[in-house]
T-cell receptor, first 112, second 113 residues
Framework: QKEVEQDPGPLSVPEGAIVSLNCTYS??????FMWYRQYSRKGPELLMY????GNKEDGRFTAQVDKSSKYISLFIRDSQPSDSATYLC????????????FGKGTLLTVNP | DVKVTQSSRYLVKRTGEKVFLECVQD?????MFWYRQDPGLGLRLIYF???????EKGDIPEGYSVSREKKERFSLILESASTNQTSMYLC????????????FGPGTRLTVL
């Protein structure tokens, strides 16, 4: 079983749609959960960060973590063309461990 | 915000050439990383450094070496470039024990002919 599974898409939605992006993981040691956004020909930038089960909201973005099911989601409300990017989930086991485990990314296009 | 800069956005080299990719961060971060990113394979860690002159191999270190002589600077070296090293190379840095502080540079698109 792969450590992280992320649907690569591509995902194409109309402007204003609610977008759901998902990742599953198998490693119970993962304690911290992140979503990165990567625009074309740019480096990834941290979008959301959480370390507990439940929801975390930041503007139009909501990160949801279900540790019992080993499942994380990113919801984008009222999606905009500027949200078009690749979204990467990432996991960290905490402490001084340097390793971040990344999903392969989902390519999202929001059409005006 | 973390500011990570990379010396080149695009680079074209020939097979067998020695290639240097430079990365500088201005956040006084202890940790610095080199990744490569390829379609269908995602981000893969090449090397990691947790202090000056200290380094650890990541998941795919073969064909690469690194140098960290100063805290803010981390170099990736391709001793003899090969076509299978054509890729997007991303540098990142983070504060010790704070995974969410990891910030990435803009990337260097390297093409080896």
């Amino acid at each position: 079983q792969k450590e992280v599974e992320q649907d690569p898409g591509p995902l194409s939605v109309p402007e204003g749609a609610i977008v759901s992006l998902n990742c599953t993981y198998s490693n119970s040691a993962f304690q911290y959960f992140m979503w990165y956004r990567q625009y074309s020909r740019k480096g990834p930038e941290l979008l959301m960060y959480t370390y507990s089960s439940g929801n975390k909201e930041d503007g139009r973005f909501t990160a949801q973590v279900d540790k019992s099911s080993k499942y994380i989601s990113l919801f984008i409300r009222d999606s905009q063309p500027s949200d078009s990017a690749t979204y990467l989930c990432a996991y960290h086991s905490g402490g001084s461990n340097y390793k971040l485990t990344f999903g392969k990314g989902t390519l999202l296009t929001v059409n005006p | 915000d973390v500011k990570v800069t990379q010396s080149s956005r695009y680079l074209v080299k020939r097979t067998g050439e020695k290639v240097f990719l430079e990365c500088v961060q201005d956040m006084d971060h202890e940790n610095m990383f080199w990744y490569r990113q390829d379609p269908g394979l995602g981000l893969r860690l090449i090397y990691f450094s947790y202090d000056v002159k200290m380094k650890e191999k990541g998941d795919i270190p073969e064909g690469y070496s690194v140098s960290r002589e100063k805290k803010e600077r981390f170099s990736l070296i391709l001793e003899s470039a090969s076509t299978n090293q054509t890729s997007m190379y991303l540098c990142a840095s983070s504060s010790e024990g704070l995974a969410a502080s990891r910030g990435f540079g803009p990337g260097t698109r390297l093409t080896v002919l």
